[in-house]
């Protein structure tokens, strides 16, 4: 199985890849760190399940002049279906709410499974305090390994 | 409920009598037919009250009676008012006629005329808040915003109700001169969002619809506005419940009961003398015979512009405004009249009247000049000035229609039935009116164009499009602008209804090309929704969406989608190839695309452009293609180009001076320690065997004077060359083991020569480390520790609004939270809030200060901070002499391997301190946050301050990834290639440096202005020089900028008459030096025997600039001039040759 991780925090990245290997077998993971990291993966690869933060920065420098994108994720799905590629994405993100409040977590959601109904498998709430979200991640890897 | 005759009797009785009885009762219990029979048998004292003091005497009386509402009823509300209006009918007939004259006087600008009007409306009728608004306006236009303001102090003194001192205070600010109305409506929405929590919808609404004169919507809660308005005067009832019933009355709302409000209106229009009554009426009502409203004056101006008569038409309306100047339907048609002539407003009506500032601020408008956008601010400020008038209707009516497709069908309506006739653009109200039968003769071009406007309204779009494609027939009226875009407007409705997206996109596109700038009037939102639901179908083939989205000044994600999908559907990989690849012969379009389409910001999300640098590479190759299309455009290109090589360079340079700031002049350490010690290397060389001894170089450690001096007579060997280190441990070995091994490379050297390299060996290391102009300690304490670091990583709590730095106002940061906080209580903000944040403030401090205390030269045993301890154990010391250093006699040589052994030490002090920064700061400035987080939860409840958590969340990454960033930092600085380069993008490079510091200062603070006469570049090597010049000296104007008063600042770079460089920059300052303090800084700047002391200096960073400039001889030749003038500080540095610039 092949999972690609979009992910700009260290942390959390660590976290999920940790969670993953930890539990499953036979999982090769991929991480990326950036939109443009990302979407080129995604464009270049098969994957099985993609997990993808949605506020990513554009390029993969540590030093960077260009603005974050603050629906890098949306974008990355949004290339996808120009592209037409087929892999599973899951939102794995820490916010309740995106560009200042002006969305909520749960209406974007509502957005992108109207958009993307094919590709988009929903958003797991990632919060560290609660293991919620280490439950759902590997009910839903168990899920696609069937 | 109270129903028959006798009940009715018994009330009025008890009424009569003085008893006590209920309004509500009366107002909510009884049908409209009963109170109104009621209302003519009791008293007029008893009316009174039953009307809430309809007429007031005072100002101190308005809005004190009681009042009874029940929400939700609506109709009452209305019936209520229409009792009140009819009881009181010969007042408001009075005030009717009143208004009419002050409307013409006013109008006229006889002020005086006017003011004895309104007197005589508060003496003979009543005191309004209409007329108190009334009085303001003749305030600010006589006596400007100070009069206004007077009358408001005055009135808000009297007013004893809350609510008429804030109606009074928002009108004022309404009328300012110096207020746009948007401002004005941005002021009401403040307001609104201020009291969020304290209104109800009910009361915000009042206030906007009250306040805003452009608001026309159904959705307000008209009932609650009726109510509140009841406390007022009979006079503003009346004027409220006409606009209210006009935008009711057009809802198409079944709750609203049309037919039960029309039923009320045949009583108010037998007994009040107002067309409004008898067009409604005559729309509405299925009965109605009323046809005449005495518009014959409307009729002649309208078949005269008909008929292309257009003198006649100037002639009779000019006449006719000048008899009656508030008949405002006349007003656009004597514009659009005069529009097609090159007469002026002056020709007919005189200068310096409101009407002529009405008439010319709408031909301003139509006539869509360059400045569009001002004009229709203009007409708008006047609406909103003489929003008491009815002429300000079409103002706002114009407004609309240049802002947005369409005039909402409310005020069309209000418009419509307030006017005197028939409105000139209604062609709903055109087909129900009557004696215009002449204007369906399609010959006639106004009259076709009411027919088009009739189609659309029925939502007929087939038929309006087959008349809008013959209409070009009409072709000598398409020369006058406003035509020509009513007619693209029409078309492009129709095109959007009849879902043809590509023509309505070519047809604004067009538009465009033409006239080079489009009107908002031609901004569809519902097409661009349209186009983008349509995502990656075939429309998206036609190039002229792309540059649709352009044109509409979309966001650069959605344009990127648009070239995407645009690239896709006709196969073509990037854009580069649409020249080569796409079909188009309007070389026009492809030259927009290629200019304004493909811009970088427009690009750069493109997968196939994985870096900025292959972005930039694109948008060149594309401009150059432009360059070849259209000649003309070479020079606009070359600044493209020229922007973005630079742009390039800065980026190279920042990433220079960013990574790897661990530096050491090792040339100026190198050429201090050749002068120092240059002859005491040649003695150390020279002992060689023990017949010669020089006892002056040796140095005794108290208290081994005896051991030192015996061993002084010892030999001590050193390898030449030096030996493998496995071959050397087990000599060493060996030689423990008392077993000396004679070996080839070995050279026997009297001890005294290794007590001579060890001093070596520490002048030079001290002077690495510690010279006080090229060693470490200057570079890390110029580069990393002084603000940069701690700004640096503060910045990140800084930008998110978590710190409260010193100096700043805490409720601004509580006014920050408040307007993110929403549904939970506010209180907290001010006190448990602001606490953790001020909690949270010093810990950050703590943290921060505890990192940079890391990153420091450990100088003494006791310093258990500092991590660059640089010091050589005795063994490394002794290994060094003899299998590394010892051997070699060249001074250069030896000062570079000694350079080298404390670099390689340098770089495990790096390795510890990036470890330590990743694992230990980072987890403590985790930490804090989580305990803010714990910490708000516990005020707020938990997950309750929603953006709050959400901030905390984006703050842990960017901590995590500005640590990252700050590793890049402490790196050794390896010497990059950096050719010779502009002295502007050195000054680029710098403000962006400093902008990753503090939080785009130069974006966001300072306005940083850069003249620049100096062609030259300046030598690679000194780049980084300049750069920590600028550094330094923009630094200081960041900290002493002025904070209050437009802080800029400007950097002038110059030749001067030595035939060198003059920098000078200067910004405001809030700080004042006093001229002996600057006359000394300039001394002790300028003092080149080194007697400077850097006592002097205290934060403000000259002596780090002196100190730049001291070491090289290139730029010996110098002069500082500071000074200090009226708040602004100039910093001059005169530099009388140039050899650092080629």
């Known amino acids: 199985m092949k999972i690609l991780i979009i992910e700009d925090d260290p942390i959390k990245m660590s976290n999920i890849e940790s969670l993953i290997s930890s539990n499953f077998v036979n999982v090769d993971v991929v991480k990326c760190i950036s939109y443009m990291g990302g979407v080129n993966e995604v464009l270049l690869n098969e994957f099985d399940l993609i997990l993808l933060d949605m506020s990513l920065p554009l390029y993969d420098d540590v030093f960077q002049t260009a603005k974050p994108k603050n629906f890098g994720g949306r974008d990355i799905l949004k290339e996808m279906k120009r592209h037409k590629k087929k892999s599973c994405v899951k939102i794995i993100t820490q916010y309740n709410e995106f560009d200042d409040g002006s969305i909520s977590m749960k209406d974007l959601d509502a957005q992108l499974k109207n958009i993307y109904p094919s590709i988009y498998n929903g958003y797991i709430h990632y919060e560290t305090k609660l293991n919620l979200w280490q439950t759902e991640l590997i009910d839903n890897i168990k899920e696609l390994k069937k | 409920m109270i129903q028959n005759r006798k009940e009715r009797r018994i009330l009025a009785l008890k009424i009569r009598k003085g008893k006590k009885y209920s309004i509500s009762k009366i107002k909510y219990n009884l049908d409209y037919i009963s109170i109104k029979r009621l209302i003519e048998i009791i008293p007029k004292s008893a009316l009174n009250a039953l009307f809430s003091n309809p007429l007031p005497r005072k100002i101190t009386d308005i809005d004190q009676a009681t009042t009874y509402f029940i929400n939700g009823m609506l109709l009452k509300e209305i019936d209520w008012c229409f009792l009140r209006i009819l009881k009181y009918n010969e007042e408001i007939n009075h005030f009717l006629k009143l208004r009419d004259s002050f409307e013409t006087q006013l109008l006229f600008g006889n002020y005086d005329k006017c003011e004895s009007l309104l007197n005589e409306i508060e003496i003979d009728i009543c005191i309004s808040y209409w007329g108190l608004q009334a009085k303001m306006v003749l305030a600010e236009l006589n006596a400007g915003t100070e009069g206004n303001r007077m009358l408001l102090k005055s009135y808000q003194k009297q007013a004893i109700s809350p609510n008429l001192k804030i109606m009074l205070y928002y009108n004022s600010l309404k009328l300012e001169t110096d207020i746009p109305s948007n401002k004005y409506d941005s002021y009401i929405d403040f307001h609104l969002k201020k009291h969020s929590s304290d209104y109800s919808k009910m009361l915000a609404d009042y206030v906007t619809f009250k306040f805003s004169p452009f608001r026309f919507e159904s959705n307000f809660s008209f009932d609650f506005i009726l109510h509140q308005d009841f406390s007022l005067s009979v006079i503003d009832t009346y004027i409220e419940l006409k606009k209210i019933l006009s935008i009711l009355i057009s809802a198409n709302d079944e709750t609203i009961a049309e037919e039960y409000i029309i039923d009320r209106i045949p009583d108010i229009a037998l007994l009040i003398d107002d067309n409004f009554w008898k067009k409604t009426l005559d729309l509405y009502s299925k009965n109605s015979d009323i046809t005449d409203f005495g518009d014959i004056e409307f009729k002649i101006a309208l078949k005269n512009l008909a008929d292309n008569e257009i003198n006649e038409c100037l002639e009779f309306t000019s006449k006719e405004l000048l008899n009656k100047p508030n008949s405002y339907n006349l007003y656009q048609i004597f514009v659009e009249a005069l529009s097609f002539t090159d007469r002026k407003i002056e020709d007919y009506l005189e200068d310096g009247s409101i009407l002529y500032l009405i008439l010319s601020s709408l031909y301003q408008v139509i006539r869509k000049e360059q400045n569009h956008s001002e004009n229709i601010e203009d007409i708008s400020k006047l609406a909103y000035i003489f929003d008491i008038c009815d002429f300000h209707l079409p103002l706002i009516s114009l407004c609309y229609s240049e802002k947005f497709p369409n005039v909402p069908e409310s005020l069309r309506n209000y418009n419509y039935l307030l006017n005197r006739s028939y409105s000139l653009h209604d062609a709903i109200h055109f087909e129900k009116g009557k004696g215009f039968d002449y204007l369906n003769e399609k010959k006639l071009f106004i009259g076709q164009k009411l027919q088009i406007d009739y189609f659309i309204q029925k939502n007929d779009y087939k038929n309006s499009l087959h008349l809008l494609n013959v209409f070009n027939d009409y072709n000598e009226y398409f020369k006058n602008i406003y035509y020509e875009t009513w007619y693209n407007r029409k078309k492009l409705h129709c095109f959007i209804e009849l879902e043809r997206f590509t023509e309505a996109a070519e047809l604004v596109d067009n538009y465009y090309f033409k006239h080079q700038r489009i009107f908002t009037s031609l901004y569809s939102q519902r097409l661009v929704d349209k186009i983008i639901e349509l995502d990656g179908e075939s429309i998206f083939k036609s190039l002229y969406i792309p540059i649709l989205f352009t044109i509409y000044n979309l966001s650069s994600s959605i344009v990127y989608d648009a070239i995407a999908n645009f690239l896709i559907q006709n196969n073509i990989s990037s854009v580069r190839e649409v020249r080569s690849s796409y079909n188009i012969d309007n070389i026009e379009m492809l030259c927009f695309f290629l200019q304004k389409v493909c811009t970088i910001n427009n690009i750069q999300d493109s997968p196939y452009l994985r870096t900025i640098e292959i972005v930039e590479k694109e948008r060149i190759n594309v401009l150059t293609q432009l360059k070849e299309l259209k000649p003309e455009l070479s020079r606009e290109v070359n600044v ?45 060389i020279n002992i060689t065997d023990f017949s010669f001894q020089d006892y002056s170089i040796f140095t005794f450690n108290k208290g081994q004077e005896d051991e030192t001096y015996s061993k002084l007579l010892t030999y001590i060997g050193y390898f030449k060359p030096p030996i493998s280190l496995k071959e050397y441990e087990i000599l060493t070995i060996l030689s423990e083991q008392n077993v000396e091994l004679i070996h080839p490379n070995k050279v026997e050297v009297p001890y005294s020569r290794y007590i001579a390299f060890q001093d070596i060996f520490e002048i030079i290391k001290n002077q690495f480390l510690f010279d006080e102009d090229y060693g470490l300690k200057f570079f890390l ?61 010093s810990e950050i401090e703590n943290i921060t200060s505890e990192g940079v205390s890391w990153v420091k030269i450990k100088e003494s045993e006791h310093d258990r901070q500092s991590m660059f301890d640089i010091s050589l154990t005795e063994h490394d010391l002794f290994y060094n002499f003899r299998n590394r250093l010892g051997h070699i ?13 404390l670099w390689i030490k340098i770089n495990e002090v790096l390795f510890k301190l990036r470890t330590r920064f990743t694992n230990e700061l980072l987890t403590k400035y985790i930490s804090s946050i989580d305990m803010l987080h714990n910490e708000v939860d516990t005020i707020f409840g938990e997950g309750n301050f929603v953006f709050f958590n959400d901030v905390l969340v984006s703050t842990k990454t960017d901590i995590q990834n500005a640590i990252q960033k700050s590793l890049n930092w402490f790196n050794i600085s390896k010497t990059k290639s950096i050719g010779e380069i502009p002295i502007s993008a050195i000054i680029q490079t710098s403000k962006a440096y400093l902008n990753i510091l503090n939080a785009n200062v130069f974006e966001n603070r300072i306005n940083c202005v850069e003249k620049i006469f100096f062609k030259q570049n300046i030598k690679g090597e000194y780049f980084i020089l300049f750069c920590d010049f600028f550094n330094t000296i923009l630094g200081n104007v960041i900290k002493h900028t002025e904070e209050t008063n437009k802080p800029k600042c400007e950097i002038s770079i110059t030749g001067n008459e030595y035939g060198g460089l003059t920098i000078n920059v200067n910004n405001n300052t809030a700080q004042k030096y006093s001229k002996n303090l600057i006359e000394v800084w300039n001394k002790l700047l300028n003092d080149n025997n080194g007697n400077y002391d850097a006592s002097f200096e205290g934060k403000s960073g000259f002596l780090k600039i002196k100190k730049l400039f001291t070491g090289d001889k290139v730029f010996q030749d110098y002069l500082f001039q500071l000074n200090s003038e009226e708040n602004i500080f100039t910093f001059k540095v005169v530099f009388k040759q140039k050899y650092f610039a080629v």
């Not at chain 2, 180009?641 to 990433?655: E, G, P």
Request: glycine content about 4%; charged content about 30%; overall charge negative.
């Open chain 2, 640 to 684: 493209e180009i020229f922007d973005i090589t630079q742009k390039a360079t800065v980026r190279y340079c920042l990433q220079n001076i960013y990574d790897s700031r661990i530096y050491v002049d090792t040339n100026g350490v190198k050429k201090v320690i050749s002068k120092d010690i240059g002859d005491y290397f040649e003695r150390y």
């Open chain 2, 889 to 901: 006699e060249d001074f250069d040589t030896f000062i570079e391997e000694v350079f080298e052994i």
């Open chain 2, 781 to 841: 304490s110029m580069r990393i520790r002084h603000g940069t670091l701690p700004n640096f990583l503060k910045n990140v709590f800084d930008k998110h609004t978590l710190v409260i730095n010193e100096g700043i106002n805490k409720v601004k940061i509580i006014d920050y939270w408040k307007e993110k906080i929403f549904d939970i209580d506010k209180s907290f903000l001010n006190t448990s809030f602001i606490k953790a944040l001020e909690l949270f403030t």
